[in-house]
């Protein structure tokens, strides 16, 4: 099956906050449980919340000392466009993005830019929409296809697993959360889903990853005619059979 390019020419607009969702808070609170204990880890000096859902989520268990949100407008300590990201190479500790990867230009552009400003061994927390989970039915159909959270560009926890891989990311956690059909007419927000994804777990509308990059040392590869110039100069007597 042949991929869609990432890129697009316009982006679309971003939710401002997890209201705009349809059972909103609920999807908050699903996301912020599955999170939560993979965040014990997650230390340092500076921790970037990039897009409007991930300055209101709640990660109790991050023991970092100074957090800021960053948004291209409305509320945030920071105003800046993703793609060309205000901050030098390696000088944070941790990034937090949440739904919003779905709605740039140019997604690898902006994960290479979140990759440049972070540590080495700094922390990528990253959450998205699945589009692959029984609630995206419901993004097709074309009243709702300019709606959010469906007017987006969707990409599944594989691929965007595959592109931190290539920027030396390690995945160390990855799931799905939240199962439901997104609907904001139904009274429950999981209808049920919340039994079938303890067998399949994909069913969930949101899958989240925690990522941490890795910069391995380069190896020295000794000359292979060095080598043989050193073990000509040992004495015939001396040498090993075999060499």
């Known amino acids: 099956m042949m991929l869609m390019p990432a890129r697009q020419d316009v982006a679309a607009e971003a939710p401002s906050n997890w209201q705009q969702l349809p059972h909103g808070r609920w999807l908050q609170e699903q996301l912020s449980q599955a999170l939560t204990p993979h965040c014990a880890?997650?230390?340092?000096?500076?921790?970037?919340?990039?897009?409007?859902?991930?300055?209101?989520?709640?990660?109790?268990?991050?023991?970092?000392?100074?957090?800021?949100?960053?948004?291209r407008y409305g509320c945030g300590d920071i105003h800046t466009d993703f793609e060309y990201w205000p901050f030098a190479e390696g000088v944070l500790d941790a990034i937090v993005m949440i739904g919003q990867l779905e709605f740039e230009r140019d997604p690898h552009q902006v994960l290479r830019e979140m990759s440049r400003s972070l540590i080495a061994d700094g922390h990528l927390i990253?959450?998205?929409?699945?589009?692959?989970?029984?609630?995206?039915?419901?993004?097709?159909?074309?009243?709702?296809?300019?709606?959010?959270?469906?007017?987006?560009?969707?990409?599944?926890?594989?691929?965007?697993?595959?592109?931190?891989?290539?920027?030396?990311?390690?995945?160390?956690?990855?799931?799905?959360?939240?199962?439901?059909?997104?609907?904001?007419?139904?009274?429950?927000?999981?209808?049920?889903?919340?039994?079938?994804?303890?067998?399949?777990?994909?069913?969930?509308?949101?899958y989240y990853m925690v990522a941490k990059k890795r910069e391995y040392p380069l190896t020295v590869v000794r000359s292979k005619r060095h080598v043989k110039t050193q073990i000509s100069a040992v004495p015939v007597a001396n040498r090993v059979k075999g060499l």
């Open 41 to 71: 880890k997650v230390f340092g000096y500076y921790l970037a919340r990039v897009g409007h859902l991930a300055q209101d989520l709640e990660l109790g268990e991050l023991r970092v000392r100074h957090q800021f949100s960053a948004a």
């Open 126 to 206: 990253l959450a998205g929409f699945n589009p692959f989970c029984p609630a995206r039915l419901v993004g097709v159909w074309p009243s709702k296809m300019n709606e959010l959270p469906w007017r987006g560009r969707y990409f599944s926890l594989a691929r965007v697993s595959d592109w931190l891989n290539l920027l030396n990311f390690e995945i160390v956690a990855s799931g799905y959360a939240a199962p439901s059909l997104l609907l904001a007419t139904t009274r429950s927000a999981s209808i049920g889903l919340s039994h079938v994804a303890q067998v399949v777990p994909a069913v969930g509308c949101m």
